[in-house]
């Protein structure tokens, strides 16, 4: 089975991007990757698109040949867009990797992409809200914050989390956005203020418990291991990857507190890549609100389940601690347009293990996991990458 | 490398069908293809949906997990949506037969659906424009009727292609569509209702040069050769297959008579087949309008430039002629429902090869042609199958 390196990483400023279009983004980000690559446009063989809603924020569908005949790729070149909700980044990722395993091609671009901010914000809920079931849920008043909102109450429930743990990674992750020169929202928060914050979005969800609505795109060149040219500065491999799903619909979920997507994908990445939760270093992981980092540190195995607040309140996911959780800012604060969130998991991940993340920098980072999750958790995709 | 059978074929009834779900439908086709490769849900390794327009047609995105759980599909599986416009289909075929490839899936489930009658005719003309360049073309009053009218007229002013040719196209769909129990409109057309018809959409473009708003799901499940079982029934291997690009805009390109994406399409994947076109039994084209299937017969290389008006009219590409193309009756007849388009023509070349293509057989059909474009041409899908 062929082994696939990632040899080159890209990515926009992440923010409200008011002068660029989608295509000036996804065209930034990918040329960025494909020069990080040493290579040109006519090198790539495939090119994989992740976005959610360009239909819905810029009238525009059918995106990848969109993106991939301004780059300038070659005829024979497929382009495929997919679209998995907030884990379209990661699917695309995904179906990179195989297309290197299949032998069609040695060097796969993958490039996610979000223009959000070209509608109200209600709009922006209506829009991604599509992402969960419609007809039995979202039509009778569901959004991403209430449901969200019902994890956290529930979690709090059964394992005694306080909003004091929710805060921890609100605190710790716009810390680590600070750091992250692309981040959306470079903001240093205590404690006391996003405890003394009184937006409530979604009750016991407040205004510092949710992501941001975002522009910005990241891109990856992925590489057939055996091709890579020797010259080319540090790489890193592909360990391990899956792609899971659940239930569609919230309501249909036995349990609210874990998500079994996030369980299965992480059960068999590691297996794939034949390593364990505590052999990993620096983790990028989904927290589309706070409680969706404490659910995903718990549901992938780096804390015992219920433990994932207090595991953050004392320090074990900070940079420095036991694993990094999120060094990027992650959704909370690095921003999160919606199709290019998972493909920039792996930007970040390849930037800490090749000791390129500047003043985040994990140190002595060997081994990285990314975690992206979409709609009600109906989708995971995990992947595991080593120094290469 | 890994060669790929098909095992597997489902389709619904295609046609206006308000009281069947997007569910519904993906459901039913998927569950067909499913007991015809004599599988259950819990033996497919990989899921694959074609999908255009949920979004802006039922509001529901994130449409892979949606129908993947439905079907009880394990949780392992990994469910992914693939949006190429009206070649997403043909990408979703295609990204099956690579997931084989890689070695990561032995049985691969890939379904199209399109659930097309749910709002008004110029929102459905809207929602498929998305697929256009938006910001250059769309929103200054492109659609697709009018792009096609104006390759039809340039082809008429380079080729001497007549209104009779046109229409010979549609008489020959119809005509074969009559003879397909699934197709949605199964209604007889002389030369002379489609010629004396004055029902203008775009000039040169008639009604009957137009293609079908239509509801409706196929399916297909792929095999990895080595692993089809001895008992099975009759399958159909894949010999070859390519996806291309070309530019997105019409104004981008050079010569409106010849898509570019499906030359090099036809040369990438009759090269990987090795054979010619002139060993091909049957075919199916996206005649999404009659001059559509006339270039794409020329653009294949079935009938050298400017001919495939003259050929359709001669009865070339008829059942029975020197090559049968779109023997199920066409987008044209059978209908288009966007995302299941691409799926469905592989389902049709499949019962043509097997042999249970009823009243619209192409006898001895040994070897069959797939063709699907997307968007203004700026994606072409072909796959090439052989009896197994």
Not at 70 to 94: D, F, Q, T, W
Not at 238 to 247: E, I, K, R, S, Y
Request: some cysteine; overall charge neutral; hydrophobic content about 40%.
């Amino acid at each position: 089975m062929k082994r696939v390196s990632v040899i080159g990483v890209g990515k926009t400023k992440y923010g409200v991007l008011k002068d660029k279009t989608l295509l000036d983004l996804a065209v930034e980000a990918a040329s960025k990757a494909i020069e990080d690559a040493g290579i040109t446009p006519e090198g790539v063989d495939a090119f994989y698109l992740a976005n959610y809603g360009g239909s819905d924020f810029v009238n525009q569908s059918h995106l990848a040949p969109y993106v991939g005949a301004a780059l300038g790729l070659r005829r024979g070149v497929p382009c495929i867009h997919i679209e998995n909700a907030c884990a379209s980044g990661g699917s695309a990722v995904r179906e990179g990797i195989i297309a290197i395993m299949s032998g069609t091609a040695t060097r796969v671009l993958v490039v996610g992409v979000e223009k959000m901010n070209t509608v109200p914000t209600p709009k922006v809920t209506e829009f991604l809200a599509k992402a969960g079931d419609w007809e039995n849920e979202v039509r009778v008043g569901y959004t991403f914050p209430s449901a969200f909102a019902m994890v956290a109450r529930r979690h709090m429930h059964e394992y005694g989390t306080r909003r004091e743990h929710l805060a921890a990674v609100a605190v710790k992750n716009h810390s680590n956005g600070l750091k992250n020169p692309y981040a959306h929202m470079r903001k240093s928060l205590t404690m006391e203020e996003v405890l003394g914050d009184e937006r409530v979005v979604a009750d016991p969800l407040r205004l510092y418990d949710c992501s941001l609505i975002t522009d910005g795109a990241s891109a990856v060149v992925l590489c057939d291991k055996n091709s890579v040219r020797e010259n080319l500065k540090k790489t890193v491999d592909v360990l391990g990857f899956a792609q899971t799903n659940d239930t569609f619909a919230l309501y249909q979920k036995d349990n609210l507190t874990r998500f079994d997507a996030t369980v299965e994908a992480a059960r068999l990445a590691f297996k794939m890549a034949g390593i364990k939760p505590q052999d990993v270093d620096v983790v990028e992981v989904h927290d589309c609100f706070t409680i969706a980092e404490i659910v995903a540190i718990e549901d992938l195995g780096f804390v015992p389940k219920g433990e994932g607040g207090p595991a953050t309140l004392d320090g074990l996911t900070s940079i420095g601690g036991k694993f990094a959780v999120n060094p990027s800012g992650g959704l909370k604060s690095k921003g999160h347009p919606v199709g290019a969130t998972g493909v920039d998991q792996i930007v970040e991940v390849v930037l800490q293990l090749r000791g390129e993340a500047g003043e985040r920098q994990v140190r002595g980072a060997e081994i990285g996991l990314t975690h992206n999750i979409g709609g009600s958790g109906a989708t995971c995709v995990v992947h595991i990458l080593s120094r290469g």
